[in-house]
């Protein structure tokens, strides 16, 4: 079965802090795709990252960085140099071909807290 | 629009009422998704359209729940009698409909709220 753990229901960090934010996934499929998504105070989720199985290069887009291990099954998000701005509640998602075609199971979410 | 919208943003209503939300999906995107987000929670799916035929409803919690896809545009979820459990942040989502690697594209939600 298909599963997606976020371990950390909420982090607290002070502005500037690093933080990484963890994601385990759990799929028979060896193929797959992985997402992150940010869902700030007002509410809408706002697509992030989506990453395939068969790319395993981290990636880095301004102060965020992802981290895929397929020998741990671990995505995990990196926050450089915190901002307040980066408060939210951060979703992993997991979607493989036995999903039946378009369902994509989320993690329960990490609120991410970030004080100035 | 440039997005998905849903309305209404917010619906207060009374148990035992029947409620209609709305998504209007992105231009061209063929998938439509509803999810349902419980206070503080993750996101439960509820049902997804390829188009306008919905293959996968395993996910709405009760026969008083339905939705419905027409022109393969816009999206109705309705909830009939409704019950204070079903208090939550509706969400709708779309994508281009390509298959299980979609990046799905979210609305701003509708909050119920059943006194």
């Known amino acids: 079965a298909q599963k997606v753990t976020q371990a950390q229901t909420e982090i607290s960090v002070v502005e500037k802090e690093d933080v990484t934010l963890d994601c385990v996934y759990e799929t028979r499929d060896t193929t797959y795709y992985l997402f992150w998504y940010k869902q700030p105070p007002s509410g809408e989720l706002v697509f992030l990252i989506r990453r395939n199985s068969f790319d395993e290069q981290n990636e880095i887009s301004g102060r965020y960085s992802w981290n895929f291990q397929k020998s741990t099954s671990s995505f995990n998000f990196t926050i450089t140099a915190s901002q307040v701005v980066d408060s939210a509640v951060y979703f992993c998602?997991?979607?493989?071909?036995?999903?039946?075609?378009?369902?994509?199971?989320f993690g329960a979410g990490t609120r991410l807290f970030v004080k100035a | 629009g440039a997005g998905v919208s849903q309305s209404p943003s917010n619906k207060v209503t009374e148990k035992g009422k029947d409620v209609e939300l709305r998504c209007d999906p992105i231009s061209g995107h063929t998938a439509l998704y509803w999810y349902r987000q419980s206070l503080g929670q993750g996101l439960e799916f509820l049902i997804y359209?390829?188009?306008?035929?919905?293959p996968d409803k395993s996910g709405l919690p009760s026969d008083r729940f339905s939705a419905e896809r027409t022109g393969g545009s816009v999206s109705t979820l309705t909830i009939q009698r409704t019950q204070q459990e079903d208090s939550a942040v509706y969400l709708c989502?779309?994508?281009w409909g390509q298959g299980w690697a979609d990046t799905q594209y979210f609305g701003p939600g509708t909050r119920l709220t059943v006194l």
């Open positions: 359209f390829q188009g306008n035929s919905a």
């Open positions: 998602a997991l979607s493989d071909s036995s999903t039946g075609g378009f369902k994509t199971i």
């Open positions: 989502a779309s994508s």
